[in-house]
């Protein structure tokens, strides 16, 4: 059975800094791309960063120099540490794996920006 847990979401300060976790299981793990979309209240889910089987990164420009992806293929997780937040940060974020036809979703945690 496939599961993407995530974890690590919360109420932060602007500028604060939250790491969400995504632990996966019932895939092989190592040939997956893995990536993090948010979803804000009334928005399209976006793609926030990916992060290929390889270890090569990529990331929407919104998070670019603040958010940081990556993965332990021996503990089968995937990070997002997210730097410096703002308000508009704020939404529900979702691990998600992608190997050819196969894609996979975590049930999302949220995170709020806001003093």
């Known amino acids: 059975q496939v599961q993407l847990v995530e974890s690590g979401g919360g109420l932060v300060q602007p500028g604060g800094s939250l790491r969400l976790s995504c632990v996966a299981s019932?895939?092989?793990?190592?040939?997956?791309?893995m990536n993090w979309y948010r979803q804000a209240p009334g928005k399209e889910r976006e793609l926030v960063a990916t992060?290929?089987?390889?270890?090569?990164?990529d990331y929407a420009e919104s998070v670019k120099g603040r958010f940081t992806i990556s993965r332990d293929s021996a503990k089968n997780t995937v990070f997002l540490q997210m730097n410096s937040l703002k308000p508009e940060d704020t939404a529900s974020y979702y691990c998600?794996?992608?190997?050819?036809?196969?894609?996979?979703w975590g049930q999302g945690t949220q995170v709020t920006v806001s003093s």
């Open positions: 998600n794996a992608r190997w050819r036809v196969f894609n996979y």
């Open positions: 019932g895939f092989t793990f190592s040939i997956y791309s």
């Open positions: 992060i290929s089987s390889f270890g090569s990164t």
